[in-house]
């Protein structure tokens, strides 16, 4: 067995071979020293996003692995690589930094001695430019007050890249919030401003509180230095409803901070449903179940009977789950 697997590795390491540029192809023993990137590796990936990568080795148990911009210079980053012996395939992400100058061509690269030689190769990527971010963070909030685990936000208007949302539950403990455009330090953070709902970016500025405890829509204007907080409750309407689509079917909140979840166990018929909050429609979706939209089309229920409802408004997408029972 561990032959045959070793026959069908080399086959699969040939493949992966072909994928980069200028190697020449060659007939390898089984007991060659090979080391290349699966075929399946991202051709792009956007700044600062995790890449991840998935090498393919055969009896080279240390090589490097580097990026550098496809016109030549320093690497962007270089990483010294360990692996067993004997034939592998291993996936790796690895976390690059968010540099707009890293936007472009580049090379993914490995090095590493075979037969006394030292040997190159190269699969090309590209950097696209990546959205900007912002993050929260706070001991009102489950992140806490360490920047590492700051929860990211996202962009709500696909016109502007200085505005983002999240959906949070926050307390009165906790002594508030700050937002941090990075998940690394302080640097540039913004707090609370001279007026209500202003920001300050400074490492000065107060905190961002709030008055009673609640699942908040949280809002923020990277250029305009504003914030706003929305206390929201949560339910279901439609046809397919109790409340047709006249009255909302109320949702109960699994959980307190660092939790999103909202559930009901509910009889439904035939028809469709969206979920909205605050028995209005100033903020509802519908869509497919696991990519949720605001004002997106209504989520259709085929059988009558008694439902297990889950919506998940978490910091990385929204999503549903609705079971029959």
């Known amino acids: 067995m561990k032959l045959k697997f070793k026959h069908i590795m080399l086959l699969m390491l040939s493949v992966g071979i072909l994928g980069f540029q200028a190697c020449k192809k060659v007939e390898h023993g089984i007991d060659d020293q090979i ?3 699966n075929e399946g590796t991202a051709s792009s990936v956007q700044v600062g996003k995790p890449l991840s990568v998935g090498f393919l080795s055969n009896n080279v148990t240390n090589f490097t692995f580097s990026i550098v911009k496809a016109e030549g210079g320093d690497a962007l980053f ?3 690589m360990t ?5 592998t395939i291993i996936e790796r992400e ?14 993914l690269k490995i090095t590493y001695q075979a037969g006394g030689q030292t040997v ?8 696209l430019e990546s959205n900007p971010v912002m993050y929260i963070v706070g ?17 709500y208007d696909a016109e502007s890249k200085v505005k983002f949302q999240t959906f949070q539950y926050i307390t009165v403990d906790g002594s508030g919030f700050k937002f941090l455009p990075t998940n690394i330090n302080w640097e540039d953070g913004y707090g609370k401003g001279a007026t209500a709902g202003s ?9 961002v509180e709030v008055a009673a405890d609640g699942f908040y829509r949280v809002r923020m204007d990277a250029e305009k230095l504003t914030y706003e907080l ?38 439904l018929i035939p028809g469709e449903l969206k979920f909205r909050a605050n028995n209005d429609w100033g903020i509802n979706f519908g869509g497919t179940l696991d990519n949720l939209v605001h004002d997106g089309p209504n989520l259709k229920i085929d059988a009558a009977g008694t439902y297990d409802i889950e919506l998940n408004l978490l910091p990385t997408g929204y999503t549903a789950k609705i079971t029959k029972k």
């Open 35 to 37: 080391v290349s990137i």
């Open 78 to 80: 270089t990483q010294e």
């Open 83 to 87: 692996f067993p012996g004997d034939s």
């Open 94 to 107: 690895f976390d690059l930094q968010s540099d707009a100058s890293w936007v472009g061509e580049a090379l």
């Open 120 to 127: 190159e190769k190269t699969k090309p990527i590209t950097f």
């Open 139 to 155: 001991g009102s909030i489950g992140a806490g007050w360490e920047p590492t685990l700051a929860v990211p936000m996202q962009l």
């Open 199 to 207: 920001l300050l970016q400074s490492n000065d500025a107060g905190n």
């Open 230 to 267: 929305l206390k929201t409750t949560w339910g279901i309407i439609g046809s397919a409803t109790a409340g047709d689509w006249n009255t909302d079917t109320p949702m109960t909140f699994a959980g307190g901070k660092g939790t999103y979840t909202w559930k009901i166990t509910t009889a």
